[in-house]
């Protein structure tokens, strides 16, 4: 048997990948701890958001709930390869298409009397947005403003096809610690809120995520100072965010880069930078963003760099031993 | 006519099949007993209504439940140390293989590789003779490690009655527990064992020959790094699931992205990040290079 040598590359990363799982401290669950119909429905992507979240956490802290996921997932990938195994190639592609269209088309049936209105809405919003003066807007505003209107003339693609981008935050693996109740982090998540509804129809389980985000941050306490600047600064960032996010979606669906957009990207970033810097951070959570955003790597204007920083951004929002 | 008549045809027989062979490879004969117990434990459980689902990943989860249930009450069972319990599914299995079951390490390589072909797609195991090297580290290091393994009286087994949520003798440590006392999270016995296992699997079979001059407990020299390691070490939950599959269960990405629902390239990147982090935090510790620090403790 060939042994790896002590300068092998991936045997480093294992022995350090399994020392940090030995060794780290897990912080603990919170919830009630789900069984396995629970987990087999938060797989399915049937839990509410409050509870998905519960069970996530259990699955990534707790050893017996982690097992109970695994066997889970073991299951589906065997019905999987099962499925994958007997029928024909165009059969099965043919099949993969139809459950697409069956979806599709249940969404639109169901939400069909809705869509017109919600349309229709959307029309008018967006002409009465258009005639508003937009002297009166805060510039980083208005570069927002210009950034989704680029994003939609060009005609991407609706919001069901990159939705796994987002599955994650829905169904997934962050342990989400009530973010509405910090006046700072609700902030951010209206901000990821504000742009929702000019994207379009959104698939009904991330749908149901982001219709549950705050639409205006909490009030500041009375005693915060500079709080209502932060908060202004954190719901700009969290709108950009949105759109990255959707950026690198595409990204990873159509595996191209559009080098248009990521070039808009920087003056972005930089107004952003400077503007953080220059806000006085009293929490740890505003100054892990400030921190994130100041990072060397960002410089290399990478649009992989632009997408972890969403990621990493997400994960502060999420996180909780951030909260003070 | 209820769902649950399903279970009779020949499709369900196959999977029941697929589930139950691997689990008794020491005993063939004994395959079609497992498969008609679990078959009718589950009916039971359906025809009383105490199913609360009935999609087929969740009856097939169940099924395997029942059959390890069967493989236990048949032939007993051992919750494994915890040393082999931290480094995953793989190891649990080569040790119950090992030291319940008493198999012949050559068989349980065979066995386990072929088992693992047959759950996982081609692309989403490693190679076959990265999971032989898998397996055989782990048969290497647990035989070194848990010397009575192989004995035909080895140490109690436990019932099923007591194979709940924990094991009064190996008590799970508490997770959660803020503390600087590394031996809260695993215990000193637990800890050199895991870092001569990680040791062992660094060095050709030559080198890794017992050292009289080594000491008796390889955490001597690097418990204050280990402790600042621990200390400094934060993964996010995606973070820790994803190594988990990748490291411990020996998946691919993509195999592990498709566990998790996310885009591979997405879990790429919570992959290299997760494992900049954990570099930054032995660095931090002062392990720059642990392969050398393991090899030289």
């Not at chain 2, 009383?48 to 009935?54: M, Q, S």
């Not at chain 2, 030291?99 to 190679?127: F, G, H, N, S």
């Amino acid at each position: 048997m060939i042994r790896p040598k002590p300068t092998d590359p991936a045997a480093l990363e294992r022995v350090q990948a399994l020392l940090a799982l030995a060794l780290e401290r897990v912080p603990p669950p919170y919830g009630e701890p789900p069984d396995l119909a629970a987990i087999a429905a938060w797989v399915e992507g049937e839990l509410p958001p409050a509870r998905a979240a519960e069970v996530a956490a259990f699955v990534a802290r707790d050893p017996d709930c982690y097992r109970l996921w695994l066997d889970y997932a073991d299951a589906r990938a065997l019905l999987d390869t099962e499925s994958a195994g007997t029928a024909p190639p165009l059969l099965r592609r043919l099949t993969v298409w139809r459950g697409r269209l069956n979806a599709w088309w249940q969404t639109m049936g169901n939400r069909g009397s809705q869509l017109s209105g919600i349309l229709a809405a959307t029309a008018i919003l967006l002409l009465l947005v258009s005639f508003v003066p937009s002297w009166f807007q805060d510039p980083l505003d208005r570069t927002l403003d210009r950034a989704y209107r680029a994003w939609i003339a060009a005609g991407q693609p609706p919001p069901q096809q990159w939705s796994s981008r987002l599955a994650g935050v829905t169904r997934g693996t962050r342990a989400i610690q009530d973010p509405g109740t910090d006046p700072e982090r609700s902030a951010f998540l209206a901000g990821l809120a504000n742009r929702v509804p000019e994207l379009g129809t959104w698939p009904p389980r991330i749908g149901a995520h982001l219709h549950e985000l705050p639409t205006a941050p909490l009030p500041c306490p009375a005693n915060e100072k500079d709080c209502h600047q932060r908060q202004q600064r954190l719901r700009q960032l969290g709108e950009w965010i949105l759109l990255l996010s959707l950026a690198c979606a595409d990204a990873e669906r159509t595996g191209e880069w559009r080098t248009d957009f990521w070039a808009h990207q920087h003056p972005l970033l930089r107004d952003l930078r400077h503007r953080f810097e220059a806000l006085a951070c009293h929490s740890h959570y505003c100054t892990a963003i400030r921190e994130a955003l100041a990072a060397d790597d960002l410089a290399t204007l990478s649009p992989i760099a632009y997408c972890d920083l969403s990621e990493t951004l997400l994960d502060h929002t999420y996180r909780s031993d951030l909260s003070d | 006519m209820e769902w649950y008549w399903n279970l009779e045809t020949p499709a369900w027989e196959a999977r029941i099949r697929r589930l139950a062979e691997p689990i008794f490879a020491a005993e063939p004969a004994v395959v079609e007993l497992a498969i008609e117990h679990a078959r009718q434990r589950l009916l039971e459980q359906a025809r009383a209504g105490a199913l609360a689902r009935h999609n087929d990943a969740y009856l097939l989860t169940l099924l395997k439940h029942i059959l390890i249930d069967y493989s236990k009450a048949r032939y007993g069972y051992r919750r494994p140390p915890v040393w082999v319990q931290r480094l995953g599914r793989i190891w649990e299995a080569v040790y119950h293989l090992l030291c319940v079951l008493k198999r012949a390490p050559e068989e349980i390589t065979v066995d386990m590789v072929k088992a693992r072909q047959q759950r996982l797609a081609p692309a989403d195991a490693e190679t076959e003779a990265d999971t032989a090297a898998l397996i055989q580290d782990a048969i290497r290091a647990i035989l070194r490690q848990e010397r009575d393994c192989q004995q035909p009286k080895a140490p109690a087994l436990i019932s099923l009655e007591t194979d709940t949520r924990g094991d009064a003798a190996t008590p799970r440590p508490e997770i959660g527990q803020p503390t600087s006392e590394i031996e809260q999270v695993l215990a000193r016995e637990d800890l050199d064992h895991l870092l001569e296992t990680l040791r062992l699997s660094v060095l050709s079979d030559e080198e890794a020959e017992p050292d009289a001059s080594a000491p008796q407990s390889p955490s001597v020299h690097m418990l204050a790094n280990l402790e600042a390691f621990a200390t400094w070490v934060r993964l996010t939950d995606q973070e820790r699931l994803l190594l988990r599959l990748i490291y411990q269960e020996g998946l691919s990405t993509r195999a592990a992205a498709r566990h998790l629902g996310q885009p591979e390239r997405q879990v790429q990147r919570h992959k290299r990040r997760a494992l900049r982090k954990i570099a930054e935090a032995l660095t931090r510790a002062g392990l720059e290079d642990p392969l050398t620090d393991l090899a030289l403790a």
